[in-house]
């Protein structure tokens, strides 16, 4: 008898401080959320390397913050270094397990592009296309090499069917991007214009699209 409550008592303090933890990584994050939104750089680090970012979270789940922290500010030296680490070894992306470094490994792709640091980009496509065998992944890569890197009229086609057949707004803002920047390119400047301006109108629609969502739940909180 005194066994089996000693066990009982052991989940109960167990159970329990899973959850606190649960609630510190929580609060952990959101703040860590405010410093990067403030450009708090010094405090943000500080957190980062704190005993209590060190217990509730992994080293990876760190360098991943990290390297949010970077990308968002365009730190492109720190950009740099982060990732060198990341793909020092060959790790199979196709895993669920790797998703959160083939999501950050992207971002990083992209952010190499749009700053034009074409040598960094293609070392790094080289290492997803060899890592990653996720046809959609893959797939993502190799638009972005041609509307980036060969932009051609093959590209433009293809892009507009995909903004011809999607409806989600989020998704059109991403190809209306990627239309300026292949008719730029091209040097279809009247095109590039009319991409740019419809881009404009659909981003201030989706602003107040989820503003108005915002309001409305909180709204229905006060009833």
Sequence with gaps: MQSALLVVLLL??????????????????????????????????????????VVCLSAKAREFLS????????DYEQVCHVVAH?????????????????IRLMRCYLFYLDGNYLDKAIELEEYLLNNCKL????????????????????????????????EEPQQQLIIYQRLVKVTEELDLKKQAKEYLEKMRELAQTTIKMEEFKDDKTNNDGTH
């Excluded at 167990?14 to 405010?34: I, P, Y």
């Excluded at 949010?68 to 365009?74: G, N, Q, R, S």
């Excluded at 190799?142 to 999607?166: F, I, S």
């Design 135 to 166: 046809p959609e992944v893959r797939a993502e890569v190799q638009e972005l090499h041609q509307v980036y890197l060969a932009p051609d009229r093959e590209v433009l086609a293809k892009l507009k069917e995909q903004l011809d057949t999607t």
């Design 12 to 53: 109960l303090a167990f159970g329990l401080s899973w959850v606190a933890e649960v609630k510190l990584r929580k609060k952990l994050l959101t703040q860590l959320l405010t410093f990067q939104k403030n450009g708090d750089q010094k405090r943000y680090f500080q957190l980062l390397k704190s005993p209590v970012a």
């Design 67 to 74: 390297l949010d922290y970077y990308l968002a500010y365009e």
């Design 86 to 102: 990341l793909t020092e070894k060959q790790v199979d992306l196709t895993k669920e397990k790797e998703q959160d470094l083939l």
